[in-house]
């Protein structure tokens, strides 16, 4: 089945503590991207990557990184999480760059900093 | 700048009455437009596109949207109402780059 998995779904730490959302799909896309949803924002972009080796930021990539070091995985990383990185956390993954192609999405990581 | 606008973040129907979830958006270039819908403790779920050709486009679960250039809007419509129809709905827009601008949603609630 052609999916994007997130793991872990629902994650709570404590400030300060470093952590790694992971990102994997099987369907050998090339564009990738992370996004956080928070009621009345909808969902804004973190991070997104073209291919291999390729990433960019998005419109809120402060405290978060990102690699991608293969093409089916996309960490994204929290070197020193914060209460206000408490959100709804989507992985994402397009065959080609926009246009034609619509977004497969993960299932979402819920995440608590206190 | 690109943005997308999603008037009613709430909207309530009942069972077997027209849904109509408005969404207008600002471009500079001519904008590829997207509706998704997510459903409790889901992801989201690409319910139609619209790239170029027909302005009417058709999507899943009976839904449809139609683009209108001249009032910048990509209003998503279903006729009857579905209980299983409850969800959040969200409007999209990308100019054929790597970035995609969602509106902030419209949750649907679908009365018996």
């Known amino acids: 089945e052609a999916q994007v998995t997130q793991n872990p779904r629902y994650l709570i730490t404590v400030t300060g503590k470093k952590l790694t959302v992971t990102c994997s799909q099987n369907m050998n896309h090339e564009y990738m991207s992370w996004y956080r949803q928070d009621p009345g924002l909808g969902l804004r972009q973190i991070y997104y990557?073209?291919?291999?080796?390729?990433?960019d930021k998005g419109d809120v990539p402060e405290g978060y990184k990102v690699s991608r070091k293969e093409k089916r995985n996309f960490p994204l990383i929290l070197e020193s999480p914060s209460p206000n990185q408490t959100s709804l956390y989507f992985c994402?993954?397009?065959?080609?760059?926009?246009?034609?192609?619509?977004?497969?999405f993960g299932s979402g990581t819920r995440l608590t900093v206190v | 700048a690109q943005s997308v606008t999603q008037l009613g973040s709430h909207v309530s129907v009942s069972e077997g009455a027209l849904v109509l979830l408005r969404c207008n958006y600002s471009s500079s270039v001519p904008p590829y437009l997207f509706w998704y819908v997510q459903y409790p403790n889901q992801g989201l779920q690409l319910l139609l596109k619209y790239t170029t050709g027909a302005t009417l486009v058709k999507g899943i679960n009976g839904f449809e949207a139609e683009f209108k250039k001249s009032e910048t809007s990509f209003h998503l419509t279903k006729p009857s109402a579905h209980m299983s129809d409850a969800a959040e709905y969200f409007c999209?827009?990308?100019?054929?780059?790597?970035?995609?601008?969602f509106g902030t949603g419209t949750r649907l609630k679908v009365l018996a």
């Open positions: 999209a827009a990308t100019s054929g780059t790597y970035k995609y601008i």
């Open positions: 994402a993954s397009s065959a080609r760059q926009g246009a034609n192609y619509g977004y497969t």
């Open positions: 990557s073209m291919n291999v080796e390729v990433t």
